[in-house]
């Protein structure tokens, strides 16, 4: 009987390593996700400035 708990506890310790594994995965997935997220958006505010400071030197 007690090789079968101790199967079922490695079994389990194997089960939560995968668990981590995944949530780590996850998090540096998400984090690449914010990374290009954050680029996007501050390269579309320097092109949305720089439009903007073309429209007003035409402007005057």
Known sequence: MDHRD?????????KAAREAER???AAA???????ERRARDERTA???AQR???EAAKAE
């Open 46 to 48: 320097r092109l949305r």
């Open 29 to 35: 997935v998400w984090a690449d996700v914010e990374r």
């Open 6 to 14: 101790s199967g079922a506890v490695g079994r389990a310790e194997t």
């Open 23 to 25: 949530s780590e995965a």
């Open 52 to 54: 903007l400071a073309r």
